[in-house]
């Protein structure tokens, strides 16, 4: 096939991990033999460049519809569409074949379903623009589906229940498909033995990684957590496990994938709690490489829970008893062995990408 592919944000030379979850999908494409152009609306000026042999064009209208009626395509793929790229398409190419992925923000209240933090009148001010923000969502989305009708895939049921009650609509021609974890870079790496290392990767940049939650669970603990990460929450973090007596160390950081499989392969086990997840791509990540992770019970990541997945209740997250527990009773072999083969079966990379190529396929027929 000749795919066009829409997303806002794509990895460059400057920011390599912008998108990364729209890359990692092209790259596959391209491999298996479909031609793939990434394209991505922009007001700040009209460029094209090269990231991992993956040709990419940012620009504004004008300069994006030339580009894609000059390279031709035969389905356009876009992931967590923003109202601008929707009305784009249909000013455009209303005649189109459209798939749309579903990731979270794109299809969710930005007001009433993300949380908040920072000072009351910040908050105020940032509830305000998300409300005028979910308003252009549910208008563009509304017509969008009226005048395509394109195919929509979310990551999880949760997902599509949660976007159908904001949206008001009934999704016609939607389907499930996880974002796929790559078995050949997240390689399994059996642990043994007693926990000793202990590891949380989270970006200090929202309250919905509920960093906080980490942090006040290794309050007086025998046990040190690790959390690798930046963000302008950051310095509440550090002053909260100042306040707390956490036995937490902070490793300001950001991983690629590769670098993140290593870093997996050096602990024992991951603590990463959450306010919010379609799916918990990362804890999935973490799964794979064999890495058993005690999480949070809530909905959007119950789907993608494995038999090395421990769930806890965010107003009870208490991990202690459950980590002296597992060192007693030599399970951690175990639980890592069962992570990476209920993971293998769930989001391998070769079972996913087969699915999203057979959708789009269908699409065409």
């Known amino acids: 096939m000749n795919i066009a592919i829409m997303s806002e944000l794509y990895p460059s030379e400057e920011n390599i991990y912008a998108g ?6 092209v790259v596959e494409y391209i491999m298996l033999g479909h031609k793939c152009y990434v394209y991505s609306l922009s007001f700040n000026g009209n460029c ?4 991992d042999n993956v040709q990419v ?5 004008e300069f994006l519809n030339n580009c ?3 390279n031709e395509f035969d389905i356009i793929v876009m992931h967590a569409p923003n109202p601008d790229e929707k009305y784009f398409i249909m000013k455009y190419f209303n005649s189109s074949k459209v798939i749309c992925w579903i990731h979270g923000l794109d299809a969710l209240s930005g007001a009433f379903t993300y949380p908040y933090v920072g000072y009351k009148v910040s908050n105020i001010i940032r509830f305000l623009f998300r409300l005028k923000e979910d308003y252009r969502k549910i208008k563009s989305w509304k017509k969008f589906l009226k005048v395509l009708k394109p195919k929509i895939v979310v990551v999880s049921e949760w997902m599509k229940i949660e976007a159908e009650k904001f949206l008001k609509i009934k999704f016609e021609k939607v389907i499930k498909i996880p974002n796929h974890v790559d078995e050949d870079i997240f390689k399994f790496s059996q642990k043994k033995g007693k926990i000793k290392k202990i590891l949380c990767v989270r970006p200090h940049s929202s309250s919905k990684y509920a960093i906080d939650i980490a942090i006040n669970s290794f309050n007086d603990s025998p046990y040190t957590l690790d959390i690798y990460g930046k963000g302008h929450l950051l310095g509440f973090h550090k002053l909260l496990a100042e306040k707390n007596n956490s036995n937490v160390r902070f490793i300001e950081n950001f991983f690629n994938k590769n670098e993140l499989a290593e870093l997996f392969s050096k602990y024992d086990i991951a603590i990463m709690p959450t306010r919010l997840d379609s799916q918990g791509v990362m804890v999935c990540e973490m799964n794979m490489s064999g890495l058993p992770v005690i999480t949070s019970d809530i909905l959007g990541n119950k789907e993608y829970e494995t038999r090395g997945t421990m769930r806890l209740r965010n107003d009870k997250f208490e991990i ?7 060192n ?7 639980l890592s062995k069962f992570a990476n083969e209920d993971m293998l079966k769930i989001a391998s990379k070769k079972i996913i990408i087969k699915q999203e190529l057979n959708a789009m396929e269908k699409l065409l027929k």
């Not at 094209?48 to 990231?51: A, L, Q």
């Not at 064009?57 to 209208?61: A, S, V, W």
């Not at 202690?320 to 597992?326: K, P």
Request: net charge negative; aromatic share 16%; charged share 25%.
């Open 320 to 326: 202690v008893d459950i980590l002296n527990n597992i």
């Open 68 to 70: 894609m009626k000059k």
């Open 20 to 25: 990364v979850y729209v890359h990692s999908r």
């Open 48 to 51: 094209s460049y090269t990231f």
């Open 328 to 334: 007693e009773n030599f399970q951690l072999e175990e």
């Open 57 to 61: 064009y940012q620009g504004n209208e």
